[in-house]
């Protein structure tokens, strides 16, 4: 089977162009808008090209099927409010240059799956995640996103393309490459991560609710200020955390919404996230325990109202060890020594697709080890050989779970 390393660059490049940021290579195509919708659209036409048939599912998940049972490589092509050019439109049009080079060559036959709004516009994972049934699609119409929209509303976008899910059964199993998002395989010059297991995530929002009033004659001692709140929440969680984290635990607060987020009001609310990640399911419990505790501390000494949303989440998934055997076999044949198994800080739909299907991940190296930014790239010769690892991998990757 022969893959065709400036047709696949072609079609990353041109994917790039719907949301392109203009800044550096970055893109800005958060799930369901425009741009997203647009990419979608366009991708559309390159599977019929590639001989696919092309289907969406209620969620928006696009997907290119081979006729009889096929293996199912894909990503997501929706990104981050701010994003780069590759953290999942990689894996689909990798996936898209594979299935069509297989059909050229007359097989084995390849499906390409787009899944919708991995980057959890609305949770985690979203779009693999109802498709697992890890999340049912009526609960998951009540998430909303970070400006109140909720998913039911969000998908109606989609509406007139949407058929019904996909049967798993058409699948022998599923392979996503991605790019690592970490640093670890620039820093060790490395072409290729064979993956071992994806890190379990639990996220949530968390409220303080204390009183807006005048930033000018509200005397200190008298204000319930929810922004102070917040700040010595983070400072006390970060110190109770030590004795409960490993060096590969992360913990993050990324939105912070403070009402009414003005110069002159002390600010009556403050609504912000709160993500941890980490491998082992008991310790994400127990730094659940610490979060609520420590929220729970400080609202009371600071005469706050507190309030937890719905705590969403995934588990800690390993990959199926066939798979990842056909993987490490390739990469040491494409990239002699140039290769390393490693375990995945990042989330992806893998871990989801994991309880329906075999399910294996191979990464190529982030430059830098940046993503979710506009600065993220790769090498083109890392990304051509990545392609060329999984070109090489596809015949035992396709047979190691039929028959
Ligand atoms: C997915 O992009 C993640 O947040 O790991
Ligand atoms: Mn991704
Ligand atoms: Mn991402």
Redesign the pocket.
Known sequence: MQVNGERFLKDLHDLRAFGASGVGKGVVRPAYSEADINARDWLAGRMRDAGLEVRYDPVGSQWGLAEGTSLLIGSHTDS?PEGGWL??ALGVVMALELARAAREAGGPAVSVVNFQD???RFGV?TGSKIWAGQLPLDHADTLIDSAGTDLATARAAMAHLAGDFIDPARFSGFVECHIE?GPWLHESGEAIGAVTEIVG?RDMRITFEGEQNHAGTTPMHRRRDAFQALSNFNTALNDRLRNVVTPETVWTIGHVDLQPGAHSIVPGRATFSMQWRDRDTDRLRRIEAVIRDTATEVAEAQGMRLSFSELLGLEPVAMDAGLRAAIVEAAQKVAPDGWREMPS????DASNVAALMPAAMMFVPSIGGIS?AFAEDTDEADLLCGLDVLAAALPALAAAHTG
């Open positions: 981050q953290d999942g991995e980057e959890g994972t998002q995530i800080g990042a989330l992806h979710h």
